[in-house]
């Protein structure tokens, strides 16, 4: 038993170790970081965050972020969720074939879209705008959170249903306060996946934006090349974008594996 | 069985617009493109399929995607068995479980192109704690931005880094779904531990590493952000990726025929592949 747990001890060993060097790296000055190499930071400064903190390019990239992010998870999850439930309970018309050409877009390559996507929402005058990037991330997201919506509801029996309806409940009461309930960790996976995937793209996020909505991993690029290579402003940066993920990972814990498996195990 | 029910197209018509906004408009524009030559200021000209006779022919292209095939096949070839022996020495109870999982999902949640960033600062030579290691330690002649070597070893290591953890996740996750009596039964048959795993363990995975393949397969193909910013590319040609040749025609060259027509082939394969795998993989499933 001992040697088996070696091995995900030895791999989470792995992981953290880059981590570990990026906050490492944005606690020391930039003048320790050129100088040469130190396994922890000789002189620690806060010089880094600070300036994250009170510049505002800095702290409202976290802002525009945070805000097409959650925008894209509501508009995801409200669409998906109804169309997740007809995939799940009934057969109609042209099912298969919509459900494949939903998964289809996952695989469209994001580069593919980037160009297309900048005309389309600068036509609609969309540009720079939080509801384009939310927008453009229900590309990738609405199919992914459709797939494990209706995985989760696939596991509800149908009689829960029928016995709703026997009881005089109507679609729309039944939805909201028995079905959703039911299947609320399936929502709350979903939610998770819809972050996540919109937090970590970049490339469609930096496209459809300027200046009023860009993102902090946009603002991190244009520092890491204009400003001479500020690795520790870089490294802080990078370090504070970490801290979103590792909370809503926390809220999903008990289903993160279940909710990988698109709630089909 | 499943009823039937027409009306529940007006359940999936919000998506349906939704994508299709997202998705067929940009498509068109793109097929638009795909045919015609531009040279600015709008003009645009009948190039028919020429662009894709040209693109199918090119060594450049056929140079990405046979750097792009070796980037998936290798990364697969990793993750994959190393994902289901990580998640079959994983514990199943206890609190172990939420810190290991939660600690393993952390990489999938960082933006990618601080992963691409974060790689860059560990591995720079003399001051990177991968590279200070490699040279100064282990006495390995490592630098990504001379050798083509070094940059596609770190690529590599960079997204078993990135992604392991989403097979793992996935392969566990068919794991803890295997009642204990399985396994009583498998001890009272005196079972080896290789027969419980490859007749108990690996066809109770299956469907979940289906997934984890697919997904895995779709998104190294398209990989984009982590390697430009990693290595831009570089050395010379050395780890220019499909996506990352693309974007340098689309966006640096501005050739937006060539550009679209390989978008296309590009998406084909991709399409096809994923297309074929699926198939294979469940086809015993229907039988």
């Given amino acids: 038993m001992k040697k088996r747990s070696l091995i995900p001890l030895l791999y989470i060993l792995f992981l953290m170790l880059p981590i570990y060097w990026l906050v490492a790296m944005s606690f020391k000055t930039t003048g320790e970081i050129l100088s040469g190499f130190s396994l922890f930071p000789r002189t620690w400064t806060f010089d880094n965050y600070r300036t994250i903190f009170t510049d505002p390019t800095w702290y409202w990239g976290y802002f525009n972020s945070i805000a097409y992010v959650s925008i894209n998870t ?26 494949f050409w939903l998964l289809t877009n996952r695989m469209a390559p994001a580069a593919v ?45 149908k009689e829960l249903d029928e016995t709703a309806y026997v009881d005089g409940y109507s679609f729309p009461r039944f939805f909201v306060k028995i079905f959703l309930p039911t299947i609320r960790s399936g929502v709350g996976v979903a939610a998770f996946f819809c972050f996540m995937f919109s937090w970590v793209e970049l490339l469609l996020a ?45 809220f999903v814990r008990n289903n993160i594996a279940k909710g990988f498996a698109l709630g089909r195990v | 069985m499943k009823k039937e029910y027409q009306k529940a197209w007006f359940f999936v018509l919000p998506v349906l617009l939704l994508v299709a906004f997202n998705a067929l408009i940009p498509m068109m524009t793109v097929v638009n493109y795909s045919v015609q030559e531009t040279f600015g200021n709008n003009l645009f000209l009948w190039e028919g399929l020429g662009w894709f006779e040209k693109i199918l022919n090119s060594e450049r292209f056929h140079a990405a995607l046979g750097r792009q095939f070796l980037f998936t096949g290798l990364i697969l070839a990793i993750e994959v068995p190393l994902g289901v022996i990580i998640a079959l020495a994983m514990p199943r109870k206890g609190i172990w479980v939420p810190v290991c999982l939660v600690t393993m999902a952390l990489p999938m949640l960082i933006p990618w192109n601080v992963v691409g960033a974060m790689w860059n600062i560990f591995a720079l030579p003399d001051i990177g704690l991968l590279g200070y290691l490699m040279n100064h330690v282990l006495g390995i002649d490592y630098n990504m931005t001379q050798s083509p070597f070094a940059a596609w070893a770190t690529i590599i290591a960079m997204d078993v880094w990135h992604w392991t953890s989403l097979v793992v996740l996935l392969a566990y996750a068919g794991l803890v779904s295997i009642p204990d009596a399985y396994y009583q039964a498998a001890r009272i048959d005196g079972a080896s531990s290789w027969a419980v795993f490859r007749y108990i363990q690996l066809p109770k995975m299956k469907q979940v590493l289906t997934i984890a393949i697919l997904l895995r397969f779709m998104d190294s193909f398209n990989i984009y952000t982590e390697p430009f910013v990693l290595t831009g590319g570089g050395p010379g ?28 082939i590009y998406f084909a394969i991709t399409l096809f592949v994923s297309w074929l795998f699926y198939t294979l993989m469940t086809k015993d499933d229907q039988n």
Avoid: C
Wanted: hydrophobic letters at 55%; charged letters at 10%.
């Fill in chain 1, 206 to 250: 930096k496209t459809l934006t300027a200046v009023a909505a860009k993102p902090i991993a946009a603002t991190m690029t244009k520092t890491a090349s204009s400003a001479g290579y500020e690795l520790g402003l870089l490294a802080a940066a990078g370090t504070l974008t970490i801290i979103p993920g590792a909370i809503v990972i926390w």
């Fill in chain 2, 237 to 264: 040609n050395s780890t220019t990726l499909l996506s990352i040749d693309l974007v340098k025609i689309a966006l640096g060259q501005f050739d937006l025929g060539p550009a679209a027509a390989m978008s296309l």
């Fill in chain 1, 74 to 99: 509501v508009i995801s999850l409200t669409v998906a969720l109804p169309a997740a439930y007809a995939f799940s309970r009934y057969r109609f018309l042209g099912d298969k074939q919509l459900f």
């Fill in chain 1, 113 to 157: 879209f980037a160009l297309p996507f900048f005309q389309l929402y600068s036509a609609v005058g969309l540009f720079d705008t939080y509801l384009a990037v939310a927008l453009a991330h229900t590309l990738f997201n609405v199919p992914l959170a459709v797939w494990i919506l209706e995985g989760f509801m696939s596991g509800v029996p």
